[in-house]
């Protein structure tokens, strides 16, 4: 079913050798008069995001040049909807390293190990 997992302003992404979701509570906690606690979440569900990807020096290019967009539209299957679901998103941690002796392949400047951090906005 799951056959394309992610894809980046309608584009869709090559399918990741890892991918890794969690998701976050946001809250402020604070100590009352009495010393009892009081939380007030701001949002639940606040998602995170980590992939990494062997591609071609194009993708490798074409991934980089997201990751300088102040935020991506990034469609992601949810679980709970069981539908593919538009998030906002800025990308972090952006690393790529070349894979070893890849770069006497023909028609690419070899083959990347690409991953990074997604974090909805």
Same mark, same amino acid.
């Given at each position: ?46 998602? /995170? ?9 194009? @993708? ?21 909807e069981d539908d593919?679901?538009? /998030? ?12 070893? /002796? ?9 083959? @990347? ?9």
């Amino acid at each position: 079913m799951l056959n394309k997992y992610i894809k980046f302003d309608g584009v869709q992404i090559p399918n990741p050798i890892s991918y890794s979701e969690d998701s976050e509570v946001i809250e402020n906690q604070y100590e009352t008069e009495a010393g009892g606690l009081n939380v007030s979440v701001t949002r639940y569900d606040r998602l /995170h995001v980590s992939v990494s990807f062997n591609v071609s020096s194009t @993708w490798a290019k074409k991934l980089k040049a997201f990751s300088k967009q102040k935020y991506v539209t990034v469609s992601l299957f949810d679980l709970t909807e069981d539908d593919y679901i538009n /998030h906002q998103m800025i990308i972090r941690n952006f690393k790529s390293n070349l894979i070893e /002796h890849s770069e006497y392949l023909i028609s690419t400047n070899g083959l @990347w190990k690409v991953s990074f951090e997604l974090q909805e906005l």
